[in-house]
Each structure stands twice: as structure tokens, then as C-alpha cells.
């Protein structure tokens, strides 16, 4: 145990759960373990098996969400639930808990408006060799599309400030969530920062509801969406251009025909390159018409972020009560003994923090 506390603040942890009766018992004690001022709500996601029963014994304060999916726990949970900072974590145990210490101290030491857990793999079974590539892939697409790095887009455990919360819409409805908080924080430079944390395999007992190629569908369609709203002048820019471009290389042949003879010979390939012009520009001006609304948007969401203070830095150094210390790195959380062994060193990052501009 250490003696450092984070003061007053509310701090609140959103465990989503599906059929985790297996796991969510150790995930909430781990952590009321490692921040005991913290409340811990469960929320119930159509589970079929004793999973409201394991977390109001281990202490957590269970809700239920009937609409199936990730997303609308999230969004049902941040609008539902009033706190300082946020904590999004799943209820499946392969997470550290003991990590979330040092991810509240870098969110108030920042301060930032949201720190993600970038999973760093303890066992070679902890990831699907096709979730592992197409995380890298999304990872990505997103940096290129979006113009920022991105490490770990689809991390499930992550710390949010209250302004950041109030601020983000939540419209996924599953495993997409990841993505549209990523963008989010993009697409509104909020500061941010990372945090490596240490990921294992589900203990024994509990399965996975990742289904590899449908999620994968169902996140592309998350990030064009994304695309669509947060960067239209560059996607219907790039198609009115390809359009034209189109036109003009099917035009070449008919125009030059008619310096050789003076006859439009082909006729219906002319109408098509003319009409594909008229279509490439109308695509051009809705382009510029959603970009100005895009702008209008953010601006708005600008303005909520900003009627929301920033986060004390010195709040965690008030005595609020104990945090538990997060077991050594030498051996898992899920190996540690039921009392936490304190560590004395704090772990050495596995790559430097990287933060967005402030705005």
C-alpha cells in the first residue's frame, strides 16, 4: 500500500459485462483494490448466467443494460453517471487493475482529458493472431486518415475526465466504441497520453464474445461512417476527382475523333463523360457543404468541452485514502497473492507517453 490518495474526486469504473461470471468477481475486487475510494458499477448486458450475483458480492454496484452491445452500455453508463473521472475497463480479467493508479496520476498529472492502456501481451495466447492484425491494420488507417498516431485504437480500458465524457456523443451501439472514442479525441485535440499495461488471456471458464471478421466489419463501417462526418472534403473531394478523371479519360478518344473528322461518332460515350463531369462537381459542392457543417459541429462540441473545468493536477495528492500497489511486473496480477504486494519502483514505460496538442 502506498499513502498517496487523488483527494476528492469522484472517480467511477464502468464495467460492461456479458455472461462474465467467471471473471468479473476478480476484476472488481482487483479494483476496489487498487483505488478504494472508487465506485464500481457493473453493467449487466443481457448475461444469462450468474454474472449480477458475482459482482454485488465482490461490492459493485450492478446495472442492467437490455439493448445487446458494448456501445449502448457506454453511452447509457457515461450519460447515466455523474463523476470526476471515468474509468472504462471490461469485465473479462485480462486487463491489470493494478495499473489504474499510475493511468489516474498521468490523466491529473497531464492534465489530460483521456489516457488509453495500451495492451502490452504477457502470454502469446492473450492475442488472436487475426485481432492482433487487424488492430495494426485499423491502427493504421485511422493515423493516415485522421492525421495523428495511433498505438492501440481498440483498447477496452482506458480513463476519460468529466469534460471529455460530457462532451463525446456515444452513438456506437457494440465493439465499435473503441473507435469512435478514439476518433473522437482525435477529430477534437483533446490532450491525451498513453499508458502500457499488461494483458493476459481470459482465466479459465469464461469465453470470448469477439467474433473476428464480423466486429472487424462492423469497425470498418464505424471508421468510414467516422470518415464521412469528421473528414468529408477529403473523402468526396478525392471522389468528384476520380469522377472527372474518369470522364476525361473516356472523353479523349470522342474528342479526338472529332478534330480528325468533325463527327461525334460515339455519342452515348460523350453524354457519359459530360454527365460523370456534372456528377464529379455536384460531389464536389456537397463535399464543401458538409465540411462547413462539420466545422459548425465541432465547434459546438468545442464549446460543451469547454464549459467543463479541467482536472486539479495537485487533487491526487490530497489524503483520500489508500491506493494499492500494482504487483511486480515479474509476475501477473491474476498470479498475486489475495493481498497486492507492493512495489516499491514504479514500472518503467515500455515507450515514451505521446499527447496530443492542446487546444
Known amino acids: 500500500m502506498t499513502d498517496e490518495g487523488f483527494g476528492a474526486l469522484r472517480i467511477a469504473a464502468i464495467v460492461p459485462c456479458h455472461n462474465e461470471e467467471a471473471a468479473v468477481g476478480r476484476v472488481v475486487t482487483d479494483l476496489r483494490r487498487a483505488v478504494p475510494t472508487m465506485d464500481v458499477f457493473v453493467y449487466d448486458n443481457c448475461s444469462t448466467d450468474r454474472t449480477r ?12 443494460e437490455e439493448r445487446p452491445g458494448k456501445g449502448h452500455v457506454i453511452r447509457r453508463a457515461l450519460a447515466d453517471i455523474d463523476a470526476d473521472v471515468y474509468v472504462m475497463i471490461d469485465g473479462d480479467d485480462t486487463y491489470d487493475a493494478y495499473a489504474l493508479p499510475e493511468m489516474l496520476t498521468t490523466l491529473l498529472d497531464g492534465p489530460f482529458d483521456q489516457v488509453i492502456g495500451v495492451r502490452i501481451a504477457a502470454e502469446k495466447s492473450a492475442f488472436r493472431s487475426g485481432h492482433q492484425l487487424g488492430n495494426r491494420m485499423f491502427n493504421q488507417v485511422v493515423s493516415r486518415i485522421f492525421g495523428r498516431p495511433v ?9 476519460f475526465s468529466r469534460r471529455f465524457v460530457k462532451s463525446f456523443p456515444a452513438m456506437s451501439r457494440a465493439f465499435e466504441i473503441e473507435t469512435e472514442l478514439t476518433v473522437h479525441a482525435i477529430n477534437n485535440r483533446v490532450p491525451q ?13 469464461s469465453e470470448s464474445k469477439l467474433r473476428t471478421y464480423h466486429d472487424g466489419f462492423r469497425i470498418a463501417r464505424m471508421i468510414t461512417r467516422l470518415m464521412h462526418h469528421e473528414r468529408p472534403l477529403a473523402l468526396y473531394s478525392t471522389l468528384a476527382a476520380l469522377a472527372i478523371l474518369t470522364a476525361i479519360g473516356i472523353a479523349v478518344p470522342v474528342v479526338q475523333e472529332y478534330l480528325d473528322t468533325g463527327i461525334v461518332g460515339r455519342f452515348p460515350t460523350a453524354f457519359g463523360s459530360a454527365s460523370l463531369v456534372i456528377v464529379g462537381f455536384i460531389i464536389l459542392v456537397v463535399a464543401i457543404l458538409l465540411d462547413g457543417l462539420r466545422k459548425v459541429r465541432q465547434e459546438t462540441t468545442r464549446i460543451a468541452y469547454m464549459t467543463i473545468p479541467a482536472l486539479p493536477r495537485v487533487a491526487r495528492r490530497s489524503s483520500a485514502g489508500p491506493v494499492a500497489a500494482k504487483p511486480a511486473r515479474t509476475t501477473t496480477w491474476r498470479e498475486a497473492t489475495s493481498e497486492p504486494q507492493a512495489s516499491e519502483a514504479s514500472v518503467t514505460p515500455l515507450f515514451a507517453e505521446r499527447s496530443s496538442e492542446h487546444v
Open 193 to 205: 497520453s498513453e499508458v502500457p499495461v499488461t494483458f493476459v488471456d481470459r482465466p479459465e471458464g
Open 151 to 159: 498505438t492501440d485504437m481498440l483498447s477496452g480500458y482506458r480513463v
Open 53 to 64: 450475483e458475482v459482482a454485488e458480492a465482490a461490492g459493485a454496484e450492478v446495472r442492467v
